[in-house]
C-alpha cells in the first residue's frame, strides 16, 4: 500500500518570497503523484500530476514539482508567492493501474505574509 | 465540462432530519466518490462508485446512505445524523482507472 507524508504542518512566507513544500512518499514502484490546493471552504483544485517521463512538471498557477525517484520525494516550488496562494495544500499519491483511489498527505497550510 | 457540482452549499439539519446532497457531473467519468473532511484535516474516502456500482465503502455508518441514479449524478442521503458528523462533504469524479480526481466544491453541513 502506498503512504505520503507531508512533514510541514504550517509555512510561513512573505509575499514575493520563494516556497517550497515538502512531500515523501512511499510505494514499490513509480507512483502517480498529485498536488492539490484547498481554499478555505473551498474544494481540492488539481495544481499538478507526475505519471511518468520529465521529472520536473509545470502546473497551474506558477507552480512546479520535481520527482526525485532516489529520494522518493514530490516537492512543490513557486518562485514567488503572491498573497492569493494562501491555501491548503495536499499532496497525494496513487498507485497505477486498476481503480484508482488517491491516499492524501495531512496537509501544508500555507501563510503568506505581505 | 469539467466541472462537478455540489448542491445545496450548505445545509444545517437536526438529529431527526432527512435530507439528501447531490453531485453532479459531465465528463463521463465512470468513478464517482464521496469524501469527507473535517476542517485542517485531508479527505477520508467514504464511498467509490465504478460504473454505478458500489464498489468501496470505508465502514461508514448506516446514517450515510449512497446513490448513484446515473453515470452523472451521485446523491448521498442522511438520515439521524450526530453533531460529529459536521463537517465539509466533497464529491469527486475521475476517469475509471489511475487518473486525477476532479473535485466539486462540497457541501458544509451543520447537525444541530
Known amino acids: 500500500a502506498q503512504s505520503v507524508t507531508q512533514p510541514d504542518i504550517h509555512i510561513t512566507v512573505s509575499e514575493g518570497a520563494s516556497l517550497e513544500l515538502r512531500c515523501n512518499y512511499s510505494?514499490?514502484?513509480?507512483?502517480?503523484l498529485f498536488w492539490y490546493v484547498q481554499s478555505p471552504g473551498q474544494g481540492l483544485q488539481l495544481l499538478l500530476k507526475?505519471?511518468?517521463?520529465?521529472?520536473l512538471v509545470q502546473g497551474i498557477k506558477g507552480f512546479e514539482a520535481e520527482f526525485k525517484r532516489s529520494q522518493s520525494s514530490f516537492n512543490l516550488r513557486k518562485p514567488s508567492v503572491h498573497w492569493s496562494d494562501a491555501a491548503e495544500y495536499f499532496c497525494a499519491v496513487g498507485a497505477p493501474g486498476g481503480s484508482y483511489i488517491p491516499t492524501f498527505g495531512r496537509g501544508t497550510s500555507l501563510i503568506v505574509h505581505p | 465540462d469539467t466541472e462537478v457540482t455540489q448542491t445545496p452549499k450548505h445545509l444545517v439539519m437536526g438529529m431527526t432530519n432527512k435530507k439528501s446532497l447531490k453531485c453532479e457531473q459531465h465528463m463521463g467519468h465512470r468513478a464517482m466518490y464521496w469524501y469527507k473532511q473535517k476542517a485542517k484535516k485531508p479527505p477520508e474516502l467514504m464511498f467509490v462508485?465504478?460504473?454505478?456500482?458500489?464498489?468501496i465503502n470505508e465502514s461508514v455508518p448506516s446514517r450515510f446512505s449512497p446513490e448513484c441514479p446515473n453515470s452523472s449524478l451521485l446523491n448521498l442521503h442522511l438520515h439521524a445524523l450526530q453533531p460529529e458528523d459536521s463537517a465539509l462533504y466533497l464529491c469527486?469524479?475521475?476517469?475509471?482507472?489511475?487518473?486525477?480526481?476532479?473535485f466539486g466544491p462540497g457541501t458544509r453541513l451543520t447537525v444541530l
Open positions: 507526475y505519471f511518468s517521463g520529465d521529472t
Open positions: 510505494y514499490g514502484a513509480t507512483p502517480y
Open positions: 469527486a469524479s475521475s476517469q475509471r482507472g489511475a487518473n486525477e480526481q476532479f
Open positions: 462508485y465504478s460504473y454505478e456500482k458500489l464498489s
